[in-house]
């Protein structure tokens, strides 16, 4: 089975959406605002507990 790995992250800044494919231990990474260079952290909440 493929795990989902991707979600929209909405930047707080400048308000623009956009797809980030996540991988398993997406809560170390964060990405750049395409639009404003921001940095985006996902929050808590949208990280899904590690499968051990
Ligand atoms: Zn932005």
């Known amino acids: 089975m ?30 750049v605002c395409t639009s404003c260079k921001s940095v985006l952290k996902p929050k808590e909440g949208d990280c899904p507990a590690p499968i051990l």
């Open 2 to 31: 493929t795990p989902v790995t991707s979600a929209n992250l909405t930047c707080p800044v400048c308000g623009v959406v956009q797809k980030a494919e996540m991988p398993l231990n997406a809560c170390q990474h964060f990405y």
